[in-house]
Each structure stands twice: as structure tokens, then as C-alpha cells.
């Protein structure tokens, strides 16, 4: 039989499925004419199919050297070599194949794939559309440019996509699954969900769809609805080591530590290279007082995945927590995630606002914590001093849960816009699109922050401030609000921002409109001394248990009373206590109170303490602010960086001077010389509300009209550099 019977005998069997019976006719044909180009490419072709890749390699590299001008031969080569993890290679290949035959739609599609895999997003996007220019009815090529206008951040043009693949194929669970990735990145949760809904609907097994519908319900605070659909994730695959990870994250919302550290111990048995579950792990180990296992995980996620803004954020957090973490540490490592976010998009952006100094001038905030949060309570008060005319205030909310405090803020704002779910480059466009001179970021590293918003400079000046005591590391930050406590003239070499100091407090409280009452100090009716603290678990470092031992051993029958809300897991209480007593301090000396139900009777648990430990290094913020309202005193430790000292400036700017020591020695001293004189102590109490309502902490109009003149300085600090850019007239 010729070569070419033999050919087409084989080609027949080939396509037909009879594999075996295939290379058995190519091999004879080579056998007799080992250059046969045909009978190496389609042999190579055969090998690949088998996943003998580099086999496929060298048969097709052996086609090519005999007839290196036929396109389908680079083509069928690129393919091994993509798939032997030499991606450029195979770019390469690719290329010669479209050179060769530029009207080639495989080729270009598969050289979409690749640049796809190498983010090269822009090029992938190309070809995708030249190949169905080619091939009008490729539908793999027409869901694929979808998913490259997904990477990109072109939702509009991605939503085009998965619908014309949907009106063509309207049974494509995987088509609607990603039309709902992309709707869900314009804020528009509720067509997500239906369309998360619809690919379950065409396949119940399709676990992306319930993966994505979970994770846009925990979005929306629906946390019950995200857990039944990692639950049924699970139920039909059990070795699901996403559903483990995320259903961990849900459960550790809910309270059920215990059953969350289960759940993410298991996904990273399942998958010990899921970067995300590493992350998600280190996120319970915060929750749960152990911010030092906590930087393991982080920094292992981080490992797997080097480019992972979200686990940075979490590392720099959670080593605030830690004693022997410096300020040139955290620099350090906040500057690595600047590298990172400037990479995703290293293009400067120009900004049309007019530099007039003097003009009215929009002032953007931008947090995911405008609700019943924390940043709160230092926000209210000072937004409706703040928002006027001449300098309006528009928040920007990157959640989509709201509540009765967010009804509150919006009372006190020009603009509240919900940007929530948005993909990062959309809400820049917005920003820019309204034209707003200054942004502000109220979170910093904390959770679901937008600093990858702030990279991309979407204001022409752009502050940190209130929601992350340290240095964000971004140059795109411009600058950091500070007070002569917090950020002294010598700690400029902490920051890659510039410190903007204002006169006297960098922060506001904004009393609760609660009426309750201070009471006598409780030693009086108790007979001893009760200390207390309120802090999250993971504030108390053993330095600072250490400290706390020593002050309890000087203060005779004293008792130190610790509430947080991670004392509702068993083994949190016993391992805190565990702590005490390896400090010396038996059990029925330290009283543990988990969380109240409701403000009233938190802030009414203040009456049971004579005396506030604060926290070191992390200090308190809330719980220090909270401490003064109830009239109890705060016992604080001089820091050496911006997250150290907020209570030294809240105890300077109330007048109680004397409550801050300059050494662990001298809070061990002043805790026992103030616990001396309890009637004293009491007269104190009766003052405390009166100091701190008056003072500079406290005093919105005043605290607003210093916040409006820094502004209102940075800004014409920026228009007098843009005179300075602009090209001479003529």
C-alpha cells in the first residue's frame, strides 16, 4: 500500500476514534519515509491528544523541519507547547502559523488563550475578535473575548458577550454563570444573582454559579443565604476545597469560630496551594486573639501567591498587633503592596479639575464601613459641621449592606453614592467623572479596603485617614492626617505620605444619642479596685498581660474585667485565662464578659470598672472614646508609632495628662497610686464626660473648621503645582 493509501486509512481511523489503529498507519509510513511531514504532524497530533505533549513536540517539530510553511503545523505545535507550560513558545508558534495564514481562526484563537493566560489582555482580545470575524459562529471564542473583557474591566462589552452567546446557546451554564461575574463587578447584585440562578437552573451540579451566588449574598449581608450555598457546593462535592474555605469565612461571621477554623483546616488539607483559604485562615486567627498565627498564614498565602493585595492588607494589619514589629516593618511591607497595585496599572491618569484655588470643592470619602461600624462614630458629627457649599462632601460606599446609621450619615452629605461590588477601574471612572478634588480613605488596610481604587489616583489629592493607624505605602496617597500626639515632627521616615498635622486631635467622637448616665466609681460599693478593658483579643500581647499581671499583683484584691466578642468561643476564654495564669493571675481574678446585646448595655458594662487598661502597641480607638463618655479614666502607655499613641492623644486632648506613662514601669506605678484614693477616683468620674464633651476630641464645629482649612490648604497646594506644569502662554 502507497504512503498516501496508507494515509488516508489512518486519517479515516483517526477521526473515527480507533486511536491505536491510527499510529499503527502513521508508523509505517514513516517507517518508510521518516520525513513524511504529514504522517509526523498527525502523529505528533495523536500524541498530544494522548497527553504525551513533549512526544507531540518533537513529531511536530519533525513536520515542520521537513515543511516549515504549513500554518497548521505551528498551530498544532504551539498547542504542545502551551501546554508543557512554555507559554512564549508557543506564542511564538502561533504567531509563525497567523504569518503563514493570516486568516487562520484557529490560530488566533488559540493565541488569545495564551495571551489570556499571560495577561496579556489587550492582545487577547485582539485576536479573540479577529477569530470571530474569521468564524462568526465560534462560540468558545465569542465566551472567551467575554472573559478578556472581564479581566479588563470592560463590563459593558463583557455583558455583550456572554448575552450573545446566551441568545445562541441559551442552555450555556457557564455563559450566564459569567454574565453574572460581570454584571455583579457594575453593582447590579440582583440581575448577578438571576443569572448565578439560571446556570444552577440548566446544571445543579455547576459549582462556580453556586460558589458566586454565596459569595454576592455575603455581599449583600445575607450571610444565611451564603451559607446554604456553600453548604450545597459541598453536598455535591464534598472535596470542594473553595466551598470549605469560603463556608469557614461565613461561619466565622456568624460566631461559630470553632466550626469556621474546621471548615478552612479542611480546604487547605484538600488543597495545601489555595492561597485564598491561607488567607481566610489568617482572617479567623485575627478574629480569634491570635494575630501571631495569623501572620503565618498571610505570609504563606503570600508565598502561593505573590500578587494578592487582599492577604498584603491582612499581613500589614495583623502585624500591628505584634510587639516586635517596627515602623520601618510596616513601611516595608506596605510599600511591596504600592509595587503591586502599580503594576496592575502603572498608566497615569490626568484629572480635569480646574485648579482654582478658591472655587467651591467636592471632598469624596470612601469607606466600607458607613453603618453601625466603628469609623462611625467619629464620622457623623463631623460630616454635618464639615458639608456646606463652599466645600461639599460626597461617600462613596464599598458595601452594600446599609443600616440605620447609614440612613443618619446620609443626612449629613451632598452626594451618597453606592459603589459596592463595582470593578475597581468603574469606580475610579466615576470619581473622575464627578469631578472630585479630594478623596479620602477611611480604611487603609483594613478589611474590603479600596486601595486599590486609591492607586489609580482617581482625585487630583488623595488623604488617609481615621481607619488605619500606620502608613498606607501608597504614592498615590498624598497625605496622612495626624495630630502632634499620633505623628510627631520625627516620625516623618514612617510614611510614604506626607504628614498633615492638624492642631490638636486627628479625630472626632461622635457621642451616642443614648441617655445614660455616669455612675460612682464601683470600688466604692465593691470594697476593690475593678480594671477593665474592651479591646479586641488580639490587642493583648503578652507584654501587655504581663503589664496588666504586675498592676493586678500591686493592687491588693483588684480584678481586671476583659469583654470581647471572641470570648463567646470556649476556647478563647480558656486560653486567655491560661495567659493570666502563666502571668501569676489566678482565674477568679479576671472576669470574662462577652459581647452586650445592643449600645446601651454595652456602654452601661463601663459602669462596672473602676479604671481602663489601654492596649499596647495596638492601642484602643473606640473603646478609649467610649471609656471617657461613661466617665471611666484610661490608663494608657506612650508608644513609639501612630497605632501606639491614639490614646495618648485622646487622654491629651481631654486634659488628663497624667493617665498617660511614659514606661511600662510607670503604668504599673500611676495604676497603683490612682487606685490609692478612690474618692478621688470618683470625683474624677463625675468630670471625665464634662472634659471630653468640651474638648478638642469631642468638639465637631471646631474639629470641622481645622479639617476645612487643611483641605482647603492641600488644595491650593495642588493648584499652585499645576501652575508650575502648565506650558507658558504664546
Known sequence: MSSTDLLQAAVQRHQSGQYQEAEKRYRQILAKEPNHPDANHLLGLLAYQGRHFNDAIDLISKAIASDGMQAMYHNSLGLALKDTGQAEAG????????????NYPEAHNNLALVCLSLGQTTKAIEHFQRT?????????AQGNLGNAFLNSGNLDA??????????????????????????????????????YRQAINIDPSHLEAHINLGLALQNLGDIEGAEGCFREALARAP?????????????????????????????????????????????????LGDPAAAVDCFTRALDLQPRFPTAHSNLLLARLYLSDTTPADSLRLARQTNHQLQAADPTPHPHPNRPDPDRPLKIGFVSADLRHHAVSSFLESVWSHLNAPEMQIFAYTTSAIEDGMSDRLKKTVTGWRSIAGWAVARQAALISEEQIDILVDLGGHTAHNSLPLFALKPAPVQISWLGYSATTGLDAMDYILGDPWVTPDADADQYAEEIWRLPDSYLCYTPPDIAIETTDTPALHKGHITFGSFNNLSKLTDTTISCWAAILKNVADSRLLVKAKQLNFPACRTQLLARFEAAGISHDRVQLVERSAGVEAHLASYNQMDIALDTFPYAGTTTTAEALWMGVPVLALKGDRF?????????????????????????????????????????????????????????????AGHMHAALRHMWRIWCKEQAHLSPPDG
Open 91 to 102: 506564542v511564538a508558534a502561533f504567531l509563525r502559523a497567523i504569518s503563514l495564514n493570516p
Open 132 to 140: 470571530l470575524e474569521l468564524a462568526p459562529g465560534n462560540l468558545d
Open 158 to 195: 463583557a455583558i455583550d458577550c456572554f448575552q450573545v452567546l446566551i441568545a445562541a446557546q441559551p442552555h450555556h451554564p457557564q455563559a450566564h454563570c459569567h454574565l453574572g461575574v460581570a454584571l455583579q463587578g457594575t453593582g447590579n447584585f440582583e440581575a448577578a444573582m438571576a443569572a
Open 239 to 287: 472535596e470542594f476545597a473553595e466551598a470549605h474555605s469560603n463556608l469557614g469565612v461565613v461561619l466565622q461571621q456568624k460566631g461559630l469560630a470553632g466550626d469556621a477554623l474546621g471548615h478552612l483546616q479542611k480546604a487547605i488539607e484538600l488543597a495545601p496551594e489555595h492561597a485564598k483559604a491561607h488567607a481566610n485562615l489568617g482572617t479567623v486567627l485575627i478574629e
Open 643 to 703: 497605632v501606639a499613641r491614639v490614646g495618648e492623644s485622646l487622654l491629651r486632648n481631654c486634659g488628663l495628662d497624667d493617665w498617660v506613662a511614659l514606661s511600662s514601669d510607670e503604668l504599673i506605678e500611676k495604676a497603683a497610686r490612682f487606685s490609692d484614693d478612690v474618692d478621688a477616683l470618683n470625683s474624677l468620674r463625675h468630670g471625665i464626660r464634662h472634659k471630653f464633651r468640651v474638648s478638642p476630641a469631642c468638639d465637631a464645629a471646631r474639629f
